[in-house]
C-alpha cells in the first residue's frame, strides 16, 4: 500500500517488516539572511530551484555564470515538513538516509542538530528515532558556501601548500576546490564553467525497520579457470538492531542455481559476503564489449529469513564475464605491454571520455543519457573512461553501459591537484570509496578503477614549481591517499578487475618506481595522455607510439544552432567578448585558426554572421574530426606493430564524448546532443574493420585494420580522383591478404610518384584518392580518402554548387545532394532538429548521393527542408 502524508510517501511491505518514507518532492529554499524564500524540489539544486522559480535567468545565457557568481557564496537551507506516522515512530530503529547531498551542511530535526555531512559522494545515514514527534517534523539541511568552506580549509593547512590554490584565470573560477570532496570541475574547467552547487542533489528518505534493514546490495561474477566453473559473490550490507540469526537464500533461477546459508548479523552496518556456486551442468552466456557480442543478463534472487518468516527479498541483475589488465614482458621491448583481455579475448579500447552532462545533475534526464550513450555505440565505440574531475554517475548511467556493451574505465573523483591528507580528509574518503565500490562493483561494464586523473604526471614532471626538497613530503602524501587507503579498500572490496593508482600511469612500472615514475607519459609501459596543437596535426608523425593512449584530442566550436540560444547577434562573431568568455582554455580560439590556416584559406564571407557560422564549421573539421582521424588511425594500425621497441597500441579513448554547456571544447557530442562533425569520423575510424593510408619516405601505404574475431582476406581499392571534375583517373587493387583477427597488416604499398604518373595526368596538387577494403563478398568497412597536398593548395578544387532535396519513404528521412564538383567536407546541417545523419562531413567525389536523417523526435519533410543547409569547403572562400 502506498500513503501519501504531505511532501512524503510511506511504503509499507509485509514481507520486509520495514516502512519507508520518501522525502523527495516540494520543500522551500532560502539564503542566510532571509532575503530569498522559494519553492524547490528535491532532488535537486539552489541553482535551478532559482531559475525554475524566476529569480534568475537561464544560468548558460552569455555571461551568467559571472553574474551568478554570489549564489555559491551565500549560505542556504533547504526545509520541509512532514507527518510521521505512530506506525513508523514505533519502531525500534529509524533511519534518515541522503543518498547525496552536495556538500558542506548540518541536518536539523525538530531544532536538534543530528548529523552532518562533508562529502558529495557520501550516503549518510542518520539514527532519527529519538527526534520524530507526533504531527508536523520540522527537517532542515543547512548548507555552507563551498567556496568559502574549501577557502576555511586551505587557510587551516598552514604547514605547507596543497597545489593548485586557483585554476588558470582564463576558466574564471574559484579557489581551492582540492579541499572540499565535491565535483572537482564545478569550481571550473577548461571547457566548462563555474557553478558550484549547493542541494540535497539524491533522493531523501525515512527507513523504519525492528530488526533490520537491508542497505546494499553488490554482486560480481567468479570464474575458477581450473574447474571451468562460474559462481557469484554477493555482498549484503545490513543494518541490524541486535545480534540476528538468519537465514538467507540465495538462487539464479535461470541457471538453476540455488544455495542456502546460515548466518548470524551482528548489531550496526556490517557487510556479509556468501558464494552461490553456478551449477556445473548450466551453459553461462558471457557478457561481451559492443562489436565482440551479446550482454546477456540473468536475474539474482535473495531472501533473507528470520525465524521463519521473510525479512527481506529482493533481486538484480547479475552478468557473467572476466577482465584482465595483461603488462608483460613485450620481445624486443624494454616494455611492458597494456591491454586488457575480456572472456580471455584481447581486446582494442576504442572509445572516449566522460565528463558530466550538465553542471546541475538533476537537470540530467534518463532521455538525455540513453541518447549520449547510444551515439557512443553508434559510433562503434566499446568504452568510455568516466573522468576523475565529475562525478560518479548515477546507476542509470551504468546500467545502460550494461546493457550496450559499453566497457567503462571508472575513475575516483580526483584530477589534476595534490590533495590534503589530515585524518578527517582521509576518513571521509575511506567512507567514499568503499559505498562506491559497493555500489558501483555489480556493473559488468567497469573494466578497471583507476585512483585519480594526471596526478601522478602532475607530481613527476612538476605542474606546481613544487621544491625538490619538499618533493618527498608530497610523495609522501600521494601514497597515503591513493594506495595506502584508495587503493587497499578497493582491493578488499572488488578482487575481480584491475586497479590503477593514475592515469596516466605506467602501471607495473610505476608501482616499481615507487608510485610515481619518472616518466609517466613513457610510450613503453600503461596509458599515456597526449595534447600538441601547434605542430601540424594531420601529422603521423608527431603522435606518440605508445602501448594505449586514454586522452588525446583537438578543440572545435559547436554550431551555430547550438550557440543561438545562449548569445544574442553581438556576440556571433569570432573576435567577440563572449567567444573569448566561453573559450576555457589558454589561446584555444587562436590554436583553431593557426591549426586551420595551415591547411585550409580561412572564412571571408563579407557577411559577418556567415563568416562566423563559416568559421565555426571550418573548426569542426580540420582542428577537431581531421586532427582526431589522423591520429586515432594511427593508433589503430599501429596495435601489432613495433618499432623501435614502440607501439602494440591496445586503446584509443580521445578526449571529450560530451559536452556541459554551449561553448567551444574538445567534444564530439555538442550540449544538447547534436553531433559535430568529429562523431561522424568517429563512426568510421572505430569501425570493425578500417583502412588507412599514410605516406612514408616518399610511398603510400595502406593498412587493413581488423577488430574482427576471425581471420579475412582483404584487398585494397584505390582510386584516383581529380580535384577538377568527378570522372574517377584510376583505379589500383592489391591482391588479397589474410589479415589474422585482431589486428593491423599492411596491404598496400607504392611510391607516390609512381602512383601519380601511373594515373597519367596527376600530380600532387590536382589529385586525391579514396580507397577501401574487400573480400570476395565485396566491400568490408568505410570508405576513406587521403590528400596529397593541402586542401588551400588543390589545384581545380571549385565550388560545388551542391543541391539538396529532402524526401520520405517507408524507412524514413533521406536527403539526396547533387554536387557539379568535388567537394571535400560536405556538412548538412537542420539547425535545432533533433536528430543525426547516416554520415555527414563527407568527401564527395560523386554527382549525387544519399544520406539518411535520423529524427529522434518527430518533424517532417517541410520542417527539415526549410531547416537544411550544406555547406563544403570551397563555400566558405
Known amino acids: 500500500a502506498h500513503l501519501l502524508i504531505s511532501i512524503g510517501i510511506i511504503t509499507r511491505d509485509s514481507l520486509t517488516r520495514q516502512q519507508t518514507f520518501i522525502l ?26 532559482l531559475q525554475k522559480q524566476g529569480y534568475i535567468q537561464d544560468l548558460y545565457f552569455r555571461f551568467n555564470d559571472l553574474s551568478y557568481r554570489w549564489i555559491a557564496y551565500d549560505n ?93 584565470e582564463v576558466q574564471k573560477g574559484e579557489c581551492h576546490v582540492n579541499f572540499i570532496r565535491k565535483e572537482q ?63 538467507i537464500v540465495l ?22 559476503t556468501f558464494t552461490l556456486n553456478i551449477k556445473a551442468s548450466s551453459s553461462v552466456r558471457l557478457w561481451w564489449p559492443n562489436g565482440h557480442g551479446d550482454q546477456p543478463s540473468y536475474r539474482l534472487a535473495v531472501t533473507g529469513f528470520l525465524d521463519g518468516i521473510v525479512a527481506f527479498k529482493t533481486q538484480s541483475k ?70 576523475g574531475g565529475g562525478v560518479y554517475e548515477q546507476d542509470l548511467f551504468y546500467g545502460i553501459c550494461d546493457e550496450l556493451g559499453i566497457m567503462v574505465w571508472q575513475d575516483f573523483m580526483f584530477a589534476c591537484a595534490m590533495y590534503p591528507t589530515e585524518r578527517d580528509f582521509i576518513e571521509t574518503v575511506r567512507e567514499e570509496i568503499v559505498q562506491q565500490v559497493q555500489r558501483l562493483k555489480s556493473h559488468p561494464s567497469i573494466i578497471v578503477w583507476s585512483g585519480n586523473n594526471e596526478n601522478e604526471a602532475a607530481l613527476a614532471t612538476d605542474w606546481f614549481h613544487i621544491p625538490a626538497s619538499q618533493k618527498p613530503l608530497y610523495l609522501k602524501d600521494y601514497v597515503t591517499l591513493y594506495v595506502d587507503n584508495i587503493k587497499r579498500i578497493v582491493e578488499e572490496e572488488d578482487r575481480t578487475r584491475p586497479f590503477l593508482v593514475s592515469s596516466p600511469t605506467n602501471g607495473a612500472e610505476s608501482e616499481q618506481e615507487g608510485w610515481v615514475a619518472s616518466n609517466p607519459y613513457d610510450p613503453l609501459y600503461g596509458d599515456t595522455h597526449f ?86 564549421y571550418i573548426t569542426q573539421v580540420v582542428m577537431q574530426a581531421q586532427c582526431v582521424k589522423a591520429q586515432t588511425e594511427f593508433y589503430r594500425r599501429s ?62 601505404h595502406i593498412y587493413a585494420v581488423s577488430d574482427l574475431s576471425r581471420d579475412t582476406a582483404l584487398a585494397a581499392v584505390v582510386t584516383v580522383h581529380s580535384w577538377a571534375d568527378l570522372d574517377s583517373v584510376c583505379t589500383l587493387k592489391s591482391d588479397r591478404r589474410v589479415v589474422p583477427a585482431g589486428s593491423a597488416v599492411a596491404i598496400f604499398q607504392q611510391p607516390v610518384s609512381a602512383l601519380l604518373t601511373g594515373c597519367g595526368r596527376c600530380t600532387r596538387f590536382s589529385c586525391l584518392i579514396t580507397f577501401h577494403l574487400e573480400d570476395g563478398n565485396g566491400q568490408q568497412g568505410p570508405t576513406n580518402h587521403h590528400f596529397f597536398s593541402k586542401p588551400k593548395e588543390a589545384q581545380g578544387l571549385q565550388r560545388p554548387n551542391i543541391t539538396a532535396k529532402v524526401h520520405e519513404d517507408e524507412t524514413g528521412y533521406h536527403v539526396t545532394l547533387h554536387a557539379a564538383a568535388a567537394a571535400p567536407f560536405v556538412w548538412l546541417d537542420v539547425g535545432d532538429i533533433p536528430g543525426r545523419f547516416s554520415s555527414n ?21 517541410a520542417e527539415l527542408a526549410q531547416s537544411l543547409s550544406v555547406r563544403s569547403l570551397r563555400d566558405v572562400y
Open 841 to 861: 562531413g563527407f568527401l564527395m567525389v560523386s554527382r549525387n548521393r544519399t544520406v539518411t536523417f535520423h529524427a529522434w523526435l518527430p518533424t517532417s519533410v
Open 185 to 247: 570541475r564545478s569550481f571550473s574547467w577548461d571547457w566548462g564553467p563555474s557553478f558550484p552547487t549547493m542541494g540535497l542533489w539524491k533522493e531523501a528518505r525515512l527507513v523504519a525497520f525492528d530488526d533490520l534493514h537491508l542497505s546494499q546490495l553488490s554482486s560480481v561474477p567468479l570464474y575458477d579457470a581450473n574447474s571451468s566453473q562460474w559462481g557469484v559473490q554477493v555482498d549484503l550490507i545490513l543494518d541490524a538492531r541486535q545480534a540476528t540469526p538468519a537465514l
Open 318 to 387: 547479475v552478468y557473467f564475464r572476466t577482465v584482465e589488465l595483461i603488462q608483460d614482458p613485450v620481445f624486443g621491448s624494454p616494455g611492458l605491454s597494456f591491454y586488457f583481455r575480456i572472456n580471455g579475448k584481447s581486446i582494442f579500447l576504442k572509445g572516449s571520455n566522460w565528463i558530466p552532462a550538465h553542471s546541475f545533475q538533476d537537470q540530467v534526464a534518463p532521455a538525455v543519457l540513453w541518447n549520449l550513450l547510444q551515439s557512443a555505440v553508434d559510433a562503434n565505440m566499446n568504452v568510455l573512461r568516466v573522468w
Open 531 to 616: 595534447y600538441s596543437y601547434l605542430p601540424d596535426c594531420w601529422d603521423w608523425r608527431t603522435f606518440p607510439r605508445a602501448r594505449f593512449v586514454s586522452e588525446y584530442g583537438f578543440q572545435s566550436w559547436p554550431s551555430f544552432s547550438t550557440l543561438r540560444p545562449v548569445s544574442v547577434k553581438e556576440d556571433w562573431s569570432y573576435s567577440s567578448r563572449f567567444t573569448s568568455h566561453r573559450q576555457h582554455h589558454e589561446n584555444g580560439n587562436q590554436q583553431m585558426l593557426q591549426q586551420a590556416a595551415l591547411h585550409f584559406t580561412l572564412p571571408d564571407s563579407s557577411d559577418p554572421i556567415q563568416r562566423y557560422t563559416d568559421t565555426l
Open 251 to 272: 538462487s539464479v533461477p535461470e541457471l538453476h542455481s540455488q544455495q542456502s546459508f546460515q548466518t548470524r548479523f551482528l548489531p550496526g552496518k556490517t557487510k556479509t
Open 639 to 700: 596495435r601489432t606493430e613495433l618499432i623501435d621497441g614502440e607501439g602494440l597500441t591496445m586503446g584509443a579513448l580521445y578526449w571529450q564524448l560530451n559536452d556541459i554547456w554551449q561553448a567551444p571544447s574538445w567534444a564530439s557530442i555538442e550540449f544538447g546532443g547534436k553531433w559535430k562533425m568529429l562523431h561522424y569520423f568517429a563512426h568510421d575510424f572505430f569501425a570493425a574493420v578500417l583502412p588507412v593510408a599514410f605516406e612514408d619516405k616518399g610511398a603510400l
Open 24 to 49: 523527495s518532492g516540494k520543500w522551500t529554499l532560502s539564503n542566510a539572511n532571509a532575503s530569498v524564500s522559494l519553492a524547490a524540489e528535491v532532488p535537486g539544486c539552489v541553482h535551478t530551484a
Open 76 to 168: 542556504w537551507t533547504y526545509s520541509t515538513i512532514f507527518t510521521a506516522s505512530a506506525e513508523l515512530r514505533a519502531k525500534e530503529k529509524v533511519l534518515l538516509i541522503f543518498d547525496g547531498v552536495d556538500t558542506v551542511s548540518s541536518i536539523w530535526l525538530n531544532g536538534v542538530e543530528v548529523g552532518s555531512t562533508d562529502n558529495m559522494f557520501r550516503r549518510y545515514d542518520f539514527s532519527v528515532g529519538d527526534s520524530l514527534k507526533d504531527g508536523e517534523n520540522e527537517l532542515e539541511v543547512r548548507f555552507e558556501s563551498p567556496v568559502l568552506y574549501a577557502s576555511q580549509r586551505y587557510k587551516a593547512h598552514s604547514a605547507y601548500r596543497v597545489p593548485p590554490e586557483c585554476p588558470p
